[in-house]
């Protein structure tokens, strides 16, 4: 089935420094990744979609500058946390939809996740 | 995007039938109900997609009632491993859509 792989599944850095989590989709190619983060004892927060070869599209409230995204080839998306400080410290997920495997609406699937705790 | 109501928490038992309804009242002709089961510090993981009435997989079945202003997830004989937080979503047929997550249900299996 389709696999998303994410790297690292945890880090921890110092305030002030940047971070890079990678998104890969191992078995199929993916033109748009979407990026969430999540915070304990809460839902998903969609933070922005990834597109292939052009900017990403950022949700209503989230830093551009701030999470730098990009989408350079269609298996791999990275988003990178510059100048993190602790309360950028949360879990990140990636997903992707692998194509038509329902006659239905879209179905993402997701990466393992990312745990960022910034000091 | 249809908006989604969920209990937030559920109690159960080992062995028992689990049902978590799912509202979506304002669901558009072409929206999908999609369940998505996710465990701590784990990215969310695809139970089961339907449209209307029943659909069933070698995990869970679905009922959709014939208005679709709501959906029952079924998890039969519950086991501990299927303590989790159940999201369910209303999307679009359109393939590489985003998904919006409401506050999902979060199923507590105690032996």
């Known amino acids: 089935g389709a696999v998303v792989s994410q790297h690292p599944s945890w880090v921890i850095c110092k305030s002030g420094t940047s971070v890079k989590i990678e998104c890969r989709s191992l078995d199929f190619q993916a033109t748009t990744m979407f990026w969430y983060r999540q915070f304990p004892k809460q839902s998903l927060m969609l933070m922005a979609t990834?597109?292939?070869?052009?900017?990403?599209?950022?949700e209503q409230g989230v830093e551009k500058d701030k999470f730098l995204i990009n989408h350079a080839s269609l298996t791999l998306s990275t988003l990178t946390v510059t100048s993190a400080h602790p309360e950028d410290s949360s879990f990140y997920i990636c997903?992707?939809?692998?194509?038509?495997?329902?006659?239905?609406?879209?179905?993402?699937?997701f990466g393992a996740g990312s745990r960022l705790t910034v000091l | 995007l249809a908006k989604t109501t969920q209990p937030i928490s559920m109690d159960s038992y080992e062995g028992q039938e689990v049902n978590i309804t799912c509202s979506h009242n304002n669901i558009a002709t072409n929206d999908y109900i999609t369940w998505y089961q996710q465990f701590p510090s784990q990215g969310p993981r695809f139970i089961i997609q339907g449209y209307k009435t029943k659909v069933t997989n070698e995990v869970a079945s679905l009922f959709i009632p014939a208005d679709r202003k709501s959906s029952t997830l079924s998890l039969p004989r519950v086991s501990l491993s299927d303590t989790a937080v159940y999201y369910c979503l209303a999307s679009r047929g359109n393939q590489g859509g985003k998904l919006i997550f409401g506050q999902g249900t979060e199923l507590s299996v105690k032996p």
């Open positions: 997903s992707a939809a692998p194509g038509q495997l329902y006659s239905g609406a879209n179905v993402l699937t």
């Open positions: 990834s597109n292939e070869g052009s900017k990403a599209t950022y």
